[in-house]
């Protein structure tokens, strides 16, 4: 059964506001891991370009996922995007609650599927 989840104007500029506090969080955990690569190099003297590589693929990964998640959104989607934010910690449950009550709901049904 698939469902249709069509939100309004107002719904969809909520949901932005609220991916987009999801997304600079997510940035933010990824900002975090390379800055614990980059202090792991200095208090251990680790070797400059096993530490370069580890940047550099921590950050291609990073961006991959970003990329996957974000690239041809579309207010279809933003549903879905919510659950995936709130799954993985990038919002709270609060950040939803701010939202209208049926887009609240909407999210509960989709994120009961997953389980």
């Known amino acids: 059964m ?5 939100l309004t104007k107002s719904q969809k500029k909520k949901a932005r506001i609220c991916i987009e506090k999801g997304l600079l969080k997510e940035f933010e955990s990824g900002i975090e891991r390379l800055e614990s690569i980059i202090k792991d190099w ?15 693929s921590t950050l291609t990964n990073f961006d991959k996922k970003i990329s996957k998640q974000y690239d041809g959104m579309t207010g279809s989607t933003y549903l879905f ?12 449950q609060a950040d939803i609650d701010e939202m209208d009550e049926i887009i609240v709901e909407k999210i509960k049904v989709i994120s009961s599927l997953y389980k």
């Open 42 to 56: 200095r208090t251990t003297n680790a070797d400059n370009r096993e530490t370069y590589h580890k940047l550099y």
């Open 2 to 6: 698939v469902h249709q989840f069509e």
């Open 81 to 92: 995007i919510l659950v995936v934010q709130l799954r993985e910690g990038h919002i709270t």
